[in-house]
């Protein structure tokens, strides 16, 4: 299969990624990589130094595609689908691209803090770091209950990239961060929408074996 994507389940970037490739059903060949296993790890680092998911390796085109971001926009370009991901329109596309900046930034990475700091141990632990990340969160979640209102998907009325951004982070922030359900209505519906979506629905189901590995 020309197609080689390199991720784990519990992976949150790597379930943004997987999302747009079960929206447009592209073929490829799930790689699974346990980073905690020298020899994969090694094997992973030969394809991607950084050794960060997700990497989509396209054999065909002998390219090598990191950051979910990306890897969107490349299938956008070469593997187009019923789902019009990166709006053709090119101020859609714009605000949409802004939207995926805004929730990379402002909830993912953030939420990534949190869980994170979870796993250290004692001693090496970063409380400011955490406190910051939870701030920017509460902040970022207000802006979006106000925006998500009147709003199916994250710019209107078509699911795009910027909804694939949105479903990971909100998930595990309401889930295994700090709950959103009682305080952001809007959210917590949208929430509920992406997660009735058939690809992200197929995510979760992918990812549910491995959940309990996700401190809280």
Not at 16 to 28: M, Q, R, S, T
Not at 155 to 175: H, M, V, W
Request: aromatic share 10%; glycine share 4%; proline share 8%.
């Amino acid at each position: 299969m020309a197609l080689k994507l390199y991720f784990h389940p519990l992976s949150s970037y790597c379930h943004k990624a997987l999302i747009a490739l079960y929206e447009n059903d592209v073929p490829f060949d799930p790689q699974l990589v346990n980073l905690q296993d020298p020899a994969e790890r090694a094997a992973f680092k030969a394809i991607w130094p950084m050794g960060k998911f997700p990497v989509l390796r396209d054999e065909a085109r002998d390219r090598t595609i990191p950051e979910s971001t990306v890897i969107i926009e490349y299938l956008a370009q070469h593997h187009p689908g019923k789902v019009e991901l990166i709006p053709l329109d090119p101020d859609l596309a714009r605000e949409t691209r802004a939207r995926d900046r805004f929730l990379d930034l402002y909830l993912h990475n953030p939420m990534q803090k949190v869980i994170g700091d979870r796993m250290r141990p004692e001693g090496q632990k970063d409380s400011a770091g955490v406190a910051e990340a939870l701030a920017t969160i509460q902040t970022a979640l207000g802006m979006l209950e106000h925006e998500m209102a009147e709003r199916e998907w994250a710019t209107g009325e078509r699911f795009s990239l910027a909804d694939c951004a949105a479903a990971p982070p909100l998930y595990y922030i309401t889930n295994h961060v700090r709950s959103f359900r009682d305080t952001h209505p809007n959210m917590t519906r949208y929430l509920e929408r992406l997660q009735q979506r058939p690809s992200y629905a197929r995510v979760l189901r992918e990812a549910e074996p491995y959940l309990a590995w996700v401190p809280k």
